[in-house]
Antibody, heavy 120, light 110 residues
């Protein structure tokens, strides 16, 4: 059973960089079959896919966020990370990490989510 | 404005059958498989249906999915109070080269 856990600051100042880490257990980020994704949900709103990374480090980002997003993987720690730069209040959301099934693009395991608030 | 269009709300009484629609375009639903997620209040989304009509292990067969052209539907039969949740459809979009979600449908069990 794969488990994912997000961690990182719950409060980020406007214009700064949001940084989150997802620790994976019960599975390996080095698996060639899967991708590892970030998804967010503003309070009271719907889901938005941010992007994914593969075991090899190849990435694909939501075009609307591409200029500000970096997703990286640390196979030695079995973790992957999200950096979102130049944040504004509109980036306030619950951020989820998830295991992406890859070619069929569905998320079969999710972290519990972490709320990140952008405020001075 | 979401790329995939869902009704904002749906409702039914216990035991009833309800359907939730998801409308897209040729570049997303028309070209790729559709997945559905259930989000209970205060929790992370859970995969409900993948590849249009496949149920993960543990999902009751009361839940079923279908796709036709550029639209998809989620059907819930024998509605139960614990089905009260938000439901999201999702698909890959070849034009955007990215994944897209519907805006979500809040299901109320009356």
């Amino acid at each position: 059973q794969v488990q994912l856990q997000e961690s990182g600051p719950g409060l980020v100042k406007p214009s700064e960089t949001l940084s989150l880490t997802c620790t994976v257990s019960g599975g390996s980020v080095s698996s060639r079959s899967y991708y590892w994704s970030w998804i967010r949900q503003p309070p009271g709103k719907g889901l938005e896919w941010i992007g994914y990374i593969s075991y090899s480090g190849s990435t694909n980002y939501n075009p609307s966020l591409k200029s500000r997003v970096t997703i990286s993987v640390d196979t030695s720690k079995n973790q992957f990370s999200l950096k979102l730069s130049s944040v504004t209040a509109a980036d306030t959301a619950v951020y989820y990490c998830a295991k992406d099934h890859g070619s069929a693009w569905f998320f079969d395991y999710w972290g519990q989510g972490t709320l990140v608030t952008v405020s001075s | 404005q979401s790329v995939l269009t869902q009704p904002p709300s749906a409702s039914g009484t216990p035991g009833q059958r309800v359907t939730i629609s998801c409308s897209g375009s040729r570049s997303n639903i028309g070209s790729n498989t559709v997945n559905w997620y259930q989000q209970l209040p205060g929790t992370a989304p859970k995969l409900l249906i993948y590849s249009n009509n496949q149920r993960p292990s543990g999902v009751p067969d009361r839940f079923s999915g279908s796709k036709s052209g550029t639209s998809a539907s989620l059907a819930i039969s024998g509605l139960q109070s614990e089905d009260e949740a938000d439901y999201y459809c999702a698909a890959w979009d070849d034009s955007l080269n990215g994944g897209v979600f519907g805006g979500g449908t809040k299901l109320t069990v009356l």
